[in-house]
């Protein structure tokens, strides 16, 4: 459904998107995981026909994003990251203003106000402007007038960004809900959970270039099924511990990170004991332990050498 081949967008000197490739399938909820600043609204923007690429391809339903923006228009829906409503207009009105520049007029409009008004859960107060909403009835409504116009793809450019946890809840399950119809989504994220929880396939993108794609189990594949124990040991006993475990059998790699031991083995429950027991007999406390499994994070780390966070 969606083919983006060697993209490039840049912003005076800023590469903001570097060279991008990937392949979205029709149906599929695709991620694009990345911090701030990799690039992800950028590739958002150009698919939509927003702003113009510097170079390379990308087609949506067979169309040239570059040369046929009307006919890509015509299939997508887009729901930016900041808040796309008027705000001294109600829910209603806001819906049928989007809806009619569409197009849609007549019982058709208000049928589809009315259906996306119950799929938002604002149905109650639809007749309330905007202005008095919170921050998740304002996102539930900016995603539905995406909607309006029933697209064959969607756009979601972090749409979870500023809202309570039970309104973030609300909006993941009417974004399953779409993608369980068959619809085709895009969605940014730096949320791990998001990701992991809803896209079928996630393309990790860092600095404008796309590092890894996958789904969940490919990716963490790529770092290996191994867990990573890390603990607080003085600077004295370190050597001694690299050279007492680095020859074992069961550690796949040990060193220091961020000024902790990493231990990287298939099964730390099974290993604990035995880091216990040397520290034990040399009466050292086990400081700071953390025992994490591989996930998004622990990839992304690896891959460019920072957190989502950073």
Known sequence: MIVVKDLVKKFGSLRAVDGL?????????????????AGKT??????ATLIPSDSGQASIGGFSV?????DVRKLIGVVPQEIALYTDLNARDNLRFWGSLYGLKGKQLNSRVDELLEMADLVE?????????????????????????????????EPTVGIDAQARKRILEMIANLSAEGMT??????????AEQLCDRIGVIDQGKMVAVGDKEDLISQIGDTDSIRFQLADSHRAEFLQAFESRGDCV???????????????GAKL??????????????????EIERPNLETLYLKLTGRGLRE
Do not use: C
């Open 21 to 37: 490739s990937f392949v979205v399938e029709r149906g599929e909820l695709f991620g694009l995981l990345g911090p701030n600043g």
């Open 42 to 47: 950028t590739t958002i923007n150009v698919l």
């Open 66 to 70: 570059g040369s046929n923006a009307g």
């Open 125 to 157: 107060q639809a007749s309330q402007k905007v202005e008095t909403y919170s921050g998740g009835m304002k996102r539930r409504l900016n995603l539905v007038v995406g909607l309006i116009h029933g697209p064959e793809v969607l756009f979601l450019d």
């Open 185 to 194: 989504v895009i969605y940014t994220t730096h949320y791990l959970e998001e």
């Open 253 to 267: 790699e040990v060193g220091l990170r961020r000024g902790k031991i990493q231990v990287r083995t298939p099964d």
């Open 272 to 289: 604990m004991p035995a880091i216990q027991s040397w520290l034990n007999e040399r009466s050292l406390p086990l400081e700071q332990l």
